[in-house]
T-cell receptor, first 112, second 110 residues
Framework: DGGITQSPKYLFRKEGQNVTLSCEQNLNHDAMYWYRQDPGQGLRLIYY???????QKGDIAEGYSVSREKKESFPLTVTSAQKNPTAFYLC???????????FGPGTRLTVL | GIQVEQSPPDLILQEGANSTLRCNFSDSVNNLQWFHQNPWGQLINLFYIPSGTKQNGRLSATTVATERYSLLYISSSQTTDSGVYFC????????????FGAGTTVTVRA
């Protein structure tokens, strides 16, 4: 059963804590992406990775970090430097960067 | 960066009605996708359509790349069509970043 999984579905964090969101895909896609969505708005790109061991900043990378050690996995860490981290986070993947992107179910992060 | 404008922002339909959603973009594109976001937040791919016309069941889409717009048609709408429809593009002059419009919220009433 191929697809993109994200965990957890809901995440609560105290101010000042780092938290890592998981994204795994078994579609054999080279490219992976992280987006942030705020209520009533479109998606904004945080980071993307074209290939293993490579990643690039998107439009709103400040306060976030990523790694791409395996083709299947692209975890996102929301650090304490992110001033307003409460949002819906979506991971996506595609065969290559210009191809159709497929999205996971998302993680809702709430900072208490 | 590239600007993506969607219209209308909100659309209320009676079940069975037809509708057209529009996406205007400010630069040449090499990728244009239409997505449907359901009430649980899942984004579903509808079309990958940087140019031309495609149809999938009651949905169809047309992109006129030279005039920098795309249209999504919903025919015989059903309540399950409710949700937010996003247009997203990658500019030929950008480094592979998919830029999203603000979306059109569609509500289909029974």
């Amino acid at each position: 059963d191929g697809g993109i999984t994200q965990s957890p579905k809901y995440l609560f964090r105290k101010e000042g804590q780092n938290v890592t969101l998981s994204c795994e895909q078994n579609l054999n896609h080279d490219a992976m992406y992280w987006y942030r969505q705020d209520p009533g708005q479109g998606l904004r790109l945080i980071y993307y990775s074209q290939i293993v061991n490579d990643f690039q900043k998107g439009d709103i990378a400040e306060g976030y970090s990523v790694s791409r050690e395996k083709k299947e996995s692209f975890p996102l860490t929301v650090t304490s430097a992110q001033k307003n981290p409460t949002a819906f986070y979506l991971c996506a993947s595609s065969i290559w960067v210009t191809d159709t992107q497929y999205f996971g179910p998302g993680t809702r992060l709430t900072v208490l | 960066g590239i600007q993506v404008e969607q219209s209308p922002p909100d659309l209320i339909l009676q079940e069975g009605a037809n509708s057209t959603l529009r996406c205007n973009f400010s630069d040449s594109v090499n990728n244009l996708q239409w997505f449907h976001q359901n009430p649980w937040g899942q984004l579903i791919n509808l079309f990958y359509i940087p140019s031309g016309t495609k149809q999938n069941g009651r949905l169809s889409a047309t992109t006129v790349a030279t005039e920098r717009y795309s249209l999504l048609y919903i025919s015989s709408s059903q309540t399950t069509d409710s949700g937010v429809y996003f247009c997203a593009v990658t500019s030929m002059n950008n480094d592979y970043k998919l830029s999203f419009g603000a979306g059109t919220t569609v509500t289909v009433r029974a």
